[in-house]
């Protein structure tokens, strides 16, 4: 089921549907719609299908935090999912989810919740990324057709110059700023943030790494999204023993900070 029936009739809220089996235990099906360079399905998109499962059974509306480890690359086809309320407070409720398939855990994850239209002070020393509009934006043709990536037909990015892996160049700045949104025109929500997180390009390719699948994925939801395009800034600062880390922002079309991230993740 979708959380909100406004959404209903999109690919991500067809393709993270669960189903209820019991209480604490939901059925799902991963599609083959979500496809990374790993040839596997994103892994934001699998967390996605797990937090579909754990929100319905959460007293608050919004996630807040969610910490994900992934045990192993999910597959295309049915899938278990196992949730538990870890604790339900005034403000805030928390709890686990688990995604299996084959009997293997695929994914685990924590998640606090909340209600984000709780207002407060408001302190930004780094503002949104200064893109040119989304139509003034180069689409370079290879994101017309990429062969074995279906996350490319998903989700549209537009990169105010092309992005330099596309002609083998390995000599870049893994720091890369550019337009997102989901290609059907879903609008972002709460959602989808801790599964969009994740949708960015790699920021190591502008080094030459294609290879890499996450470890650990933390997200924070900052804010409920206006609608339209949403401005991303992803990046790298540390490459060593085999491991990067991947820090990703999210702004919405007002200015607002929406969504953080940091992944753990391990070069192959």
Known sequence: ????????????????????????????????????FTSHPNGGYVLGTALNALAQGMSQPDPLVVSAFFLRPAAPGGAEVRTETIREGRRTATGQV?????GKEVLRATATYGDLTAEGRVLHLEGPPLLPAPEECPV????DAPEGLTIAHSVEYRYPVRPGWLDGKKDGRPYVEFWMRFADGRPADVHSLPAMVDFAVPAVLEIGEFSTITVELSVHVRARPAPGWLACRVFTKHVSGGL???????WDSEGALVAQARQLAMLL
């Open 1 to 36: 089921m979708s959380l909100d029936d406004t959404t209903e009739g999109f690919q991500f809220d067809r393709d993270t549907r669960v189903e209820k089996r019991s209480d604490g235990e939901f059925t799902a099906t991963l599609t083959d719609g979500w496809t990374t």
């Open 140 to 143: 370079p043709a290879e994101f």
């Open 98 to 102: 688990v995604l299996e398939q084959g």
């Open 244 to 250: 990067h880390e991947e820090d990703m922002e999210i």
